[in-house]
């Protein structure tokens, strides 16, 4: 079975700064998505940024980018220029495919981010 | 904008009574999740449907909840009879089967006192 690890449950960081939220992953897939869901506290879920694990390339959008470490099985989070609204819990997901196609997300616990002005 | 509508937003019950969320899912996809969030257990899965059949339901106490969709625009969850311990906040999800992104809706808090 898969499983998801956030070894961070909290972190805190400077507004302007740069914070890393670590995750790591344990399946024998070769083919599957991962990604990182914030959730403030409004509790809505909102995609951050997606990483198909066929692709070496790192995922970026805007602020947020990825490392992603196929062979260490580890996906980190880098949140550049923090600002007070990424304060927020974040998930990291796993979602396996199935049949080729979208299967079910597995997600790790959460890291809780607080953005300090 | 698109989005994934769950009803009601807020639920407060008593313990026995029964309990019906729904969902609808954004047009167009093919994919509904519902998935359940509490502080102890984290996010869960609850059922999972694909083209409106169930794919997987493992992670869904069958004696009392039971999830259907009745068509492609509407996805229910249904607790009967519905007791403390399932008091969690109720999230469903929807996408598309070829792509990986799946879009949530706000959330149901349940409430069962």
């Known amino acids: 079975a898969q499983t998801v690890t956030q070894s961070q449950p909290e972190m805190s960081v400077q507004e302007a700064e740069t914070v890393t939220l670590s995750c790591t992953y344990d399946?024998?897939?070769?083919?599957?998505?991962l990604f990182w869901y914030k959730q403030p506290p409004s509790r809505q879920m909102i995609l951050v940024i997606r990483?198909?694990?066929?692709?070496?390339q790192n995922a970026t959008e805007n602020r947020f980018s990825v490392n992603f470490q196929k062979a260490a099985k580890s996906f980190s989070l880098k949140i550049s220029d923090s600002q007070l609204g990424d304060t927020a819990m974040y998930f990291c997901?796993?979602?396996?495919?199935?049949?080729?196609?979208?299967?079910?997300?597995?997600f790790g616990k959460g890291t809780k981010l607080s953005v300090k002005p | 904008d698109a989005r994934v509508t769950q009803t009601p937003r807020h639920k407060v019950t008593e313990m026995g009574q029964e309990v019906t969320m729904r969902c609808q899912p954004i047009?167009?996809?093919?994919?509904v999740f519902w998935y359940r969030q509490t502080m102890m257990q984290g996010l869960e899965l609850l059922a999972y449907?694909?083209?409106?059949?169930?794919?997987?339901d493992s992670g869904m106490p069958k004696d009392r909840f039971s999830a259907e969709m009745p068509d492609a625009t509407l996805a229910t969850l249904k607790i009967q009879p519905s007791e403390p311990r399932d008091s969690a906040v109720y999230f469903c999800?929807?996408?598309?089967?070829?792509?990986?992104?799946?879009?949530f809706g706000e959330g149901s808090r349940l409430t069962v006192l």
């Open positions: 999800a929807s996408g598309n089967s070829n792509t990986g992104e799946l879009f």
């Open positions: 399946t024998s897939e070769n083919n599957y998505y």
């Open positions: 990483q198909e694990a066929y692709k070496q």
């Open positions: 997901a796993f979602m396996k495919l199935f049949g080729g196609s979208q299967g079910n997300l597995i």
């Open positions: 047009l167009g996809h093919n994919t």
């Open positions: 449907f694909r083209n409106r059949a169930p794919l997987d």
